[in-house]
């Protein structure tokens, strides 16, 4: 930030140079052209050049060649200001309509004077990034709207449906234990996308501040991972541990554990019955890198890029089983605490998340919360 501003200080300082050359040749000019005139005045008219007459007629030729002169530098500035001041205000204008109107395409080209890039410039270079911002920020409200109508109204059809077929007399007692199973396991799962909404527009919106404070992250692992043992035991998932002991650090625990019951909840998801899930903590210089790995379906590079993003599902297959939101929280988080995140897989055998979260130094005195 302070190289663009020693950048656009340096261009106002050329900018200032070469206006004043600009202004110094023309009241060069003028001035020459005055005293030249008024001299062939007084050579061509030598008898009287010394007399009071002589000097009169010399004098309102002069003049006459100044009222000239002036009237020329007007209609020059009168076209100046037409074209290298009105126009881009009438540009400025017309794009701020379209935004008003709800058009955030509104595009305006800089306008270069000739005594290079001015103040409307920067003004047009400043409202095209408004309007870049702008745009991106309605398709995102507009793809995200999309999205939670989707999200929420699958879970509620199915509701819906179960719903009707609950008031058949005909039902068996078995079928009607499956069907309120369904709307039990479909509100819950509406409760889920509820919940991680908030949590997110919590996040983006930095209602959410972390508390740190210092503790032993392969506690936390263990456990967070615990929590899902009914999950592991009825898919039959082998589940392989290796935490390094006392690796401390400093952060906030409660949004940390949100990472964790994600990434947990993903690799069990679309790990098959007979998989393996591991998970690995390791001391790597002043990080503590936590790897979670699957021999789950893996992902394609092409669905790795937008992994993160709200609301995106790679494999298609198994987006009953979730929203589309657990790993896009789990980025706004780690980015919170100033950790990195990041993904490896092959497709058909298995994906590894890594997350590196900074180590708390030694002797570090806890933070007041």
Known sequence: MSREIAIRRRKRLFTALRQYVVFFFLIAFVITCCMLLFLYTMQTSVEISFTEKGIRTAAVLTMGNVLFLSLLCTVIDAVRRRFMVERPVRQIIKGAEKLMRGDFSAHIEPIHGFVGEDGFDIIIDCFNRMAKELSGVETLRTDFIANVSHELKTPLAVMQNYGTMLQSPNLTEAQRTEYAKAITEQSRRLADLITNIL????????????????????EQLAECLLNFESTWEKKNIDIETDLEEEVIVQSDDELL???????????????????????TLKAEGDFAAVRVSDTGCGISPEVGKHIFEKFYQGDTSHATQGNGLGLALVKRVVDIVGGDISVESEVGKGSTFTVKIRRAADGEIQKDT
Not at 203 to 214: D, F, S, V
Not at 258 to 273: C, D, P, Q
């Open 199 to 218: 949590k997110l527009n919590r996040l983006e919106n930095q209602q959410i501040y972390p508390a740190a404070k210092r503790y032993n992250l392969g």
């Open 257 to 279: 554990s949100l990472v964790w019951n994600n990434l947990f909840s993903n690799a069990l998801k679309f790990t098959e019955s007979g998989g393996t899930v591991s998970v």
